[in-house]
């Protein structure tokens, strides 16, 4: 999907149409957003997020701030 949306200007207009208008791409990935696999919370209680192709403990000051997948 972010191949796609980084090269839309240079698809066809039929296939933008296609993914905008009948496949509804973006109302697609809102569950990816609202079910949030990047956040876990660990065994100890911790919560975890995955940044840089690794699991982080978030600590408390920093729970707040978005993750750069989220973003």
């Known amino acids: 999907m972010r191949f796609i949306t980084d090269h839309l200007h240079e698809l066809p207009v039929p296939i933008v149409h296609q993914l905008m208008e009948v496949s509804d ?6 569950p990816l ?15 975890e ?10 600590e408390k000051k920093d729970s707040n701030k978005i993750t750069k997948v989220e973003a």
């Not at 791409?25 to 809102?30: A, E, I, Q, W």
């Not at 997020?49 to 690794?54: A, H, I, V, Y």
């Open 25 to 30: 791409m973006p109302c697609v990935l809102v």
């Open 33 to 47: 957003i609202e079910l949030k696999p990047w956040l876990r919370t660990n065994v100890r209680g911790d919560t």
């Open 49 to 58: 997020k995955f940044e840089d192709q690794k699991w982080t403990v978030v």
